[in-house]
Each structure stands twice: as structure tokens, then as C-alpha cells.
């Protein structure tokens, strides 16, 4: 009769490590499961749709700068610099590759003084002296027009030339001298 109680409290069923490694083995399947499934996924259309779902701001693909120059020396109110000769030296040797993109930024200092004298607002006069460093770029050949931009801001007296990697480009991967490029 004691043979007898001894079994009933007895526990049954499987032992506790094997419930456990079963557990983790069904985890590692899944993580395996997890990698092959992003190995296929476009992440750029997952974050978009994550942002449209949480109601974000879409996001503007712009160029990742790779260097950076300034042309300096321009008087209060005035768009005319004298020192823009080595700002096309750089522009034409960092602009070679056709996957870069320049944005040319016009700063003011944000005095009563760097304004532009006909209408009295330093964003124009920003925009002025942006604009005549692009065109000093274009007419000097060192970079072509369709790979400018153009923007403003607020800081010294100067204009900033930030030249940014695009990527790949359509219209150039045809070309020899990138042929070594994945187009």
C-alpha cells in the first residue's frame, strides 16, 4: 500500500528541460525564420509605411555631404564677393564625380546692416548671394546647372557650397569612365 502512494504523488509527464529546450528551439527557428524574411525587404517602404501609419512627416532623400567649402568677404548688403577664385578651384575638382550633387547656401549675419538694400529682407539678399556663386560656378564650367541647388540661411557673410554623394545616377551609368559603378 505505501508503493502505491508513493506513485500517485510521483510527478508525470516530461521533465522541465525538455519543455525548455523545445522553447528555445522553436525561438532560434523563428529568429532564422525573422533574417530570411528581411533579407527581401524593401526598408525604405517599411519606414515610409511606418511613418504614414504613425501620422510622420515624410522624409526628403537628400545627398550625404562629403565635403564642404565657403567663399567669404562679402560687404554688408552686397552680393558681390571678391574671394570666390578658390571656391571654383574646389568646385570643379570635388564636382568631377557625376554621382555628386552641390548645394550652395547664402548666409547673412543676421545684422540690421546685412539686408538687401532695395527691399530690406536678408533672406533676398541671402538668396542673392547664393544665386551668384551658382551662376559663377556654371559660367566657370566647373559644375553644370542641373546639379546645383540653391538655399538660404542665417549665420556669417558667406556663401557655404556643401557637395553631397547622390548615389547612382541614371544618365551616367552609361559612360566609361563609370563603368565600375552598380547601375
Given at each position: 500500500m505505501t508503493?502505491d502512494?508513493?506513485?500517485?504523488d510521483?510527478p508525470s509527464?516530461r521533465p522541465?528541460?525538455l519543455t525548455?529546450?523545445a522553447?528555445?528551439g522553436?525561438?532560434?527557428v523563428?529568429?532564422f525564420?525573422f533574417?530570411q524574411a528581411?533579407?527581401?525587404?524593401?526598408?525604405?517602404?517599411m519606414?515610409?509605411?511606418?511613418?504614414?501609419?504613425f501620422?510622420?512627416?515624410?522624409?526628403q532623400?537628400?545627398?550625404?555631404p562629403?565635403?564642404?567649402?565657403?567663399?567669404?568677404?562679402?560687404p554688408?548688403?552686397?552680393?558681390?564677393?571678391?574671394?570666390?577664385?578658390?571656391?571654383?578651384?574646389?568646385?570643379r575638382?570635388a564636382?568631377?564625380?557625376?554621382r555628386?550633387r552641390l548645394?550652395?547656401t547664402?548666409?547673412t549675419?543676421g545684422?540690421?546692416?546685412?539686408?538687401?538694400?532695395?527691399?530690406g529682407?536678408a533672406?533676398?539678399l541671402?538668396a542673392?548671394r547664393?544665386?551668384?556663386?551658382a551662376?559663377l560656378l556654371?559660367?566657370?564650367?566647373?559644375?553644370?546647372?542641373?546639379?546645383i541647388?540653391v538655399?538660404?540661411?542665417?549665420?556669417?557673410r558667406?556663401?557655404v557650397?556643401?557637395?553631397?554623394?547622390a548615389?547612382?545616377?541614371?544618365?551616367?551609368?552609361?559612360?566609361?569612365?563609370n563603368?565600375?559603378?552598380t547601375?
Amino acid at each position: 500500500m505505501t508503493a502505491d502512494i508513493a506513485d500517485e504523488d510521483a510527478p508525470s509527464g516530461r521533465p522541465v528541460w525538455l519543455t525548455t529546450l523545445a522553447d528555445l528551439g522553436l525561438l532560434l527557428v523563428g529568429f532564422f525564420v525573422f533574417l530570411q524574411a528581411n533579407q527581401s525587404l524593401d526598408h525604405r517602404a517599411m519606414a515610409a509605411a511606418m511613418r504614414a501609419a504613425f501620422d510622420g512627416p515624410a522624409v526628403q532623400e537628400t545627398e550625404m555631404p562629403v565635403a564642404i567649402a565657403a567663399a567669404v568677404g562679402f560687404p554688408a548688403g552686397s552680393a558681390v564677393s571678391r574671394e570666390t577664385g578658390a571656391l571654383v578651384a574646389w568646385a570643379r575638382e570635388a564636382a568631377r564625380d557625376p554621382r555628386t550633387r552641390l548645394t550652395v547656401t547664402g548666409e547673412t549675419d543676421g545684422s540690421a546692416a546685412d539686408v538687401d538694400p532695395a527691399t530690406g529682407s536678408a533672406a533676398i539678399l541671402a538668396a542673392d548671394r547664393a544665386r551668384a556663386v551658382a551662376a559663377l560656378l556654371v559660367r566657370s564650367g566647373a559644375v553644370a546647372p542641373n546639379r546645383i541647388a540653391v538655399a538660404t540661411g542665417e549665420g556669417r557673410r558667406r556663401v557655404v557650397a556643401t557637395l553631397g554623394y547622390a548615389g547612382k545616377v541614371a544618365e551616367d551609368c552609361d559612360t566609361a569612365r563609370n563603368r565600375h559603378a552598380t547601375c
